[in-house]
């Protein structure tokens, strides 16, 4: 990544994460789910986003398709564009924890060190890799966009888990059975990962901060 000049400086305000997560009422997060197409990524983040929203929670859904109407729109598929797609997402998902907002992220990313480097730029405190697992067999067989047909036959290059490779997580935050379990089980599972690790969190942080 190309560094910015040496006279540009960044320039804080007063207000520290403690501030937002009052405000908010919970520990900003980047829930980054990845899996193969079909996997149920969009399902479950727009799921989860209307159960986090139901609860008064800011959280936004930084889309692998919405993202490529607009802020990657110029970009391709070929290695370096998918890890570019990456590196802005990443950087957008920090600029939306910075200001207190929980991000969840749908995008297939599929090399590990294109998530790390996501890891990297939002921050280890911050990055929950959580790992959508279901077969290619099954994500072909959902096949919701005819993605897999067209990469079959040629239509669709660089396909991940046909033409192109899916390099599944080591160690993720959270796996997800998504081959196997229902998407309000699957949601269910990330929604009590953040319960413990972001919602009561900043309940018990604020807390001790009035004490």
């Given at each position: 990544?190309?560094?910015p000049p ?7 305000g ?16 980047t829930?980054?789910?990845?899996g193969?197409?079909g ?14 929203i139901?609860l ?19 970009l ?22 910075d ?11 599929p090399?590990r ?26 994500c072909a067989?959902?096949?919701?966009k ?10 669709i290059?660089?396909?991940?888990g ?8 080591g160690?993720p935050e959270?796996?997800?059975?998504t ?11 990330i929604?009590?990962?953040l ?11 604020t ?5």
């Amino acid at each position: 990544m190309k560094e910015p000049p040496n006279f540009l400086q960044r320039f804080h305000g007063t207000i520290a994460v403690q501030d937002r997560m009052r405000m908010f009422r919970h520990k900003p997060a980047t829930i980054w789910l990845t899996g193969l197409s079909g996997s149920g990524k969009s399902t479950l983040a727009f799921a989860l986003e209307e159960q986090l929203i139901a609860l008064g929670h800011a959280c936004y859904v930084l889309d692998g398709d919405n993202i490529r109407h607009g802020l990657a729109s110029d970009l391709g598929f070929a290695r370096d564009d998918r890890r570019e797609n990456i590196r802005r997402v990443a950087h957008v998902a920090q600029l939306m924890n910075d200001a207190g907002l929980i991000v969840i992220t749908a995008l297939i990313s599929p090399i590990r060190e294109d998530r790390a480097m996501a890891r990297e730029i939002i921050g280890a405190d911050k990055f929950v890799e959580t790992y959508l697992a279901a077969s290619l067999a099954t994500c072909a067989s959902r096949d919701p966009k005819g993605l897999y047909a067209k990469a079959k036959s040629g239509e669709i290059s660089s396909f991940t888990g046909i033409s192109a490779p899916y390099e599944e997580p080591g160690a993720p935050e959270l796996h997800v059975d998504t081959g196997t379990l229902s998407p309000a089980e699957c949601t269910a599972q990330i929604f009590g990962y953040l319960r413990e690790k972001c919602l009561d969190t900043a309940r018990r942080t604020t807390q001790d901060a009035s004490n």
